[in-house]
Nanobody, 124 residues
Framework: VQLQAFGGGLVQAGGSLRLSCVASGRTINSYTMGWFRQAPGKEREFVAS????????DYADSVKGRFTISRGNVKNTMYLQMNSLKPEDTAVYHCAATRGSSYAIKTIQGYDYWGQGTQVTVSS
């Protein structure tokens, strides 16, 4: 499975961006997917996760109420709608996928496949 994240960019604080993640190489209808981010000098951290059915969703406390994760009508796609962006949201955002789980997953170790990431920069 190959994952590609895109949609990042430069936005002012309070603005919005929508990230997309597209999977190829295999149908991932039954995969749990997630978003992680990594800021310079910091460890990669969990942002959001969603099961293949959308029945279980989880968010990091820092983004709850501002970010929304969703699966596309074409199940090989995933989105992250980011509203009310803050400078501390600046990071490279990576999408990830794993199979065999019925629950949203918050840990890096829980994922088998990773995309290269897209840069999100929020200016103050």
């Amino acid at each position: 499975v190959q994952l590609q994240a895109f949609g990042g960019g430069l936005v002012q604080a309070g603005g919005s961006l929508r990230l997309s993640c597209v999977a190829s190489g295999r149908t991932i209808n039954s995969y749990t997917m997630g978003w992680f981010r990594q800021a310079p000098g910091k460890e990669r951290e969990f942002v959001a996760s969603i099961t293949w059915s959308g029945g279980d969703i989880d968010y990091a406390d820092s983004v709850k109420g501002r970010f929304t994760i969703s699966r596309g009508n074409v199940k090989n796609t995933m989105y992250l709608q980011m509203n009310s962006l803050k400078p501390e949201d600046t990071a490279v955002y990576h999408c990830a996928a794993t199979r065999g789980s019925s629950y949203a997953i918050k840990t890096i170790q829980g994922y088998d496949y990773w995309g290269q990431g897209t840069q999100v920069t929020v200016s103050s």
